[in-house]
């Protein structure tokens, strides 16, 4: 092959690669999620990437426009219409109908699936990313509203974040749906309001008076509007337990369709990351698509795109630390062998350790081991092995210890 015809080097348009540094981000971005959903009490569930493309298509206008313009899709060999889900939500709404006679309520259920969606790649905008799902079934209560939200408050918390970090802004669809009543715009109209106010923030406030203008809704509907009763419970329910940086915000109406009451979106207040995180709400009639009888779900999805940007730009990223605690290098191929048992030794009593093959020059295996960022070095040579004795080198101090072999094992589990 010439050089001209060597394939690229470069992932698929707006999806990425994982090298290890990459993967340990998402592990602790998971964990964190793992952790904080189990203590409010929900489990996790996973599905399949693969759904019959239907699962999109039938839930209206503005999601017929994601079923044709942002999923991937495609026919499988045997003619069906398949997508790579976009969301989760269908999925998990399919999930409950399907063991509706079986599952206890409140169902309290969490997911990080990898979504896809075709979309121009843009900051905090790509075709596939890692998005946690955190949903509640089976309880039409307020409370259930809030409890959601208070979930996604303790993961700001738990990622580092402070309250004045992020605010949590809700809006209403109740609220709008009684609007559009009284301004009494008919479902198309009022579909477009509320698409209008979507993009709201990405708007001059003289294209937004512009947009209400044709739609005759009165320039003043949305200027100093008080919390509807649904908004106003939720934020006190959030303030007796000390949550203070939520806020009513008609503005909020996000994009789906399936939404029925109080949405929501986390922003970051940062003036570098001015933009929405992540968001969710309620919504009552989803598993009506599989099955007559409507499961109230209400929750939200957070992707780990938005919530790097957010950790990168308050320098809240953990810093990369290798899962290897050990590296042995060999001064000769002839003692691999023992190098070899001596790994196997500290993996016996659980230290992850790697061994060289020696079959390059030591100071290459030493870099090797630094760039890894493996922590700790140890050569292993006739000398050491016929004298029992190892020097620990710590490769980011450059400190050495001088350890028996069977004192190897607990130096580094004491670690
Ligand atoms: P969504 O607002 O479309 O809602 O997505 C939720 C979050 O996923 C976004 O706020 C963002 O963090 C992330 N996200 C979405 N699209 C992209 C993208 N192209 N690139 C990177 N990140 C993205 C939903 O998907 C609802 N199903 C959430 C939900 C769960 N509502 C109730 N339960």
Known sequence: MSKKEKLSVEPYKGVRDFFPEDQALLTYLFETYRRVANRYGYVEYHASILEPSELYKSKGAENEEMVNEQTYSFTDRGGREVTLRPEMTPTVARLVAARRRDLGFPLRLFSIPNVFRYERPQ?????????????????????????????AHALMKAFGAEEKDFQIRIGSRTFLNSLTGKLALDAENGKKLINLLDRRGKMSGAEFAAGLKDLGVPEDTFVNIHAPGDAREVINLLNNLGITNAVFDPSIVRGFDYYTGLVFEVFDTHPDNNRALFGGGRYENLTTLFDDEAVSGVGFGMGDVTMKDFLEVRGLLPTYESPITVYLAVASEEVSPQALAIAEELRGEGVNAAVDFGDKKLADQIKAAAKHSIPYLIVVGEDEIAAGQFTVRDLKTGTEELLDREALPSFFTSK
């Open 123 to 151: 900051r905090g905008r790509l075709r596939e990313h890692w998005q946690l799902n955190v949903d509640l079934f089976g309880s039409p209560s307020l409370s259930a509203d809030a409890e959601i939200i208070s979930v």
